[in-house]
């Protein structure tokens, strides 16, 4: 089995130096607990998914925690004993020394809640995400077509493994279903949730309304939004906000909604091959998605956060992705198409009108170079790495 390495390392081990302990959050399987053991080598491993291992700390924590006093430990899914922050803040406290434990988890909600109670100032946070473009790339599993990766998704154990994205997918999502949405919240009617993931699939890409899905669903407003504040910290989907400069008056409100991973949308979208995944009404959307989670990752893999926004007025004016990189703002346009027409550039040059210092970047499906017109430069989806 290939190692592929992660591009966030230099950025773990820069956080280790900083805060006495840091914790590695993300999506289920997205490989933190590989991240850990590869570059905290040196520490003991303690999972606590293990019946064992929770039950050895909760029965008595002095006894447990006191073989790693001095080394420290990796503590895997540590949201599963919530006593451990109360302790590990006294530990912590007594002992200064940087990068002691590393906590790792796979709800944000759950561990955030925790870590701001009893550990904040004392914990550095990594965000780890499914495999990048860049990370696939340079070990150099990348495929000539962008309808395989989209297919596919970017979870470590489908690419190092060659599984079929489709049965690693329908049990990820089972397990997911029945396992962690149980542990976040006590939701009875799972026949209802299921149906809110599958119909945010539809969504992915648009602007969220409650109201609509609410309706949809069978339950009130406020169910939707708890059950999207689940969805939202076990990584199945985020919001991306509207730009929030008072360029104009008239602006979008709404955010719209992504998904984490494009193979897990297409499998929910029923997606089963990657040829009826060219022909779905929902390729433009699932190409738009997986550009925009991309960079997103290559920001989180390089410990950064914020500064990605989209732009849509009340008239219909709008851009994919507004990316402010550096102090610098880029107007970015997502297009699945093959060849360049002047109406794909329709959003930037509105956008330039109301900033004109502003760069323009097109990601498409054409000539695998990069070139430019002026303001505006036009990108293979390829080059999606390097953003």
């Keep these: 089995m290939k190692r592929i390495k992660r591009h966030i390392v230099k ?17 289920r399987q997205s490989g933190k607990t590989t991240l850990s053991k590869v570059v905290f080598h040196a520490k003991p491993y303690v999972n606590f998914e293990n019946p064992k291992n929770q039950a050895s700390a909760l029965s008595d924590f002095d006894v447990f925690i006191k073989k790693y006093l001095k080394s420290g430990a990796i503590l895997d899914e540590v949201q599963r004993v919530p006593e451990v922050f109360r302790y590990l803040q006294e530990i912590l406290d ?3 020394k940087r990068g002691q434990f590393i906590l790792t988890g796979s709800n944000n909600f759950l561990l955030q809640e925790q870590i701001s109670q009893s550990l904040a100032g004392r914990v550095g946070y990594l965000q780890l995400l499914p495999l ?3 990370e696939l790339k340079d070990a150099r599993l990348v495929k000539a077509s962008i309808d395989t990766h989209l297919f596919t998704g970017g979870y470590p154990e489908i690419w190092q493994q060659q599984i079929a994205p489709e049965k ?7 397990t997911y279903v029945q396992h962690d949405v149980r542990l976040l919240k006590n939701i009875n009617n799972m026949a209802a949730f299921t149906r809110l993931v599958l119909l945010c699939a539809t969504y992915a890409g648009q602007l969220l309304n409650k109201d609509s899905l609410a309706k949809s669903v069978g339950v009130d407003s406020k169910t939707i939004v708890s059950w999207l504040n689940v969805l939202e910290s076990s990584y199945i989907i985020y919001f991306l906000q509207p730009f929030h400069n008072n360029v104009q008056k008239r602006l979008i409100k709404s955010p719209k909604l992504y998904f984490y991973d494009t193979g897990l949308l297409c499998y929910l979208l029923g997606i089963l ?5 060219r022909a779905h009404p929902r390729y433009g959307a699932i190409y738009e998605n997986w550009i925009i989670t991309e960079i997103r990752k290559n920001k989180f893999n390089q410990g950064l956060e914020g500064g990605m926004y989209f732009f849509r007025d009340r008239t219909g004016n709008e851009v994919d992705l507004i990316l402010e990189k550096q102090g610098k703002t880029y107007a970015v346009e997502i297009k699945a198409a093959t060849s360049l027409t002047s109406d794909m550039q329709k959003g930037i040059k509105f956008w330039q009108k109301l900033r004109p210092d502003d760069q323009g970047l097109l990601l498409y ?3 695998n ?4 017109d002026g303001s505006i430069q036009y990108l293979h989806w390829s080059e999606v790495a390097n953003i």
Excluded: D
Excluded at 11 to 27: K, Q, Y
């Design 94 to 96: 007594r002992n200064q």
């Design 369 to 372: 170079h990069s070139n430019s």
């Design 365 to 367: 499906s054409g000539k």
């Design 132 to 134: 990048s473009y860049a």
């Design 273 to 277: 091959s990657v040829s009826a995944l």
């Design 11 to 27: 950025e773990a081990l820069l956080t280790a130096n900083t805060f006495r302990s840091i914790c590695v959050i993300g999506p």
């Design 168 to 174: 690693w997918m329908a049990s990820y999502f089972q």
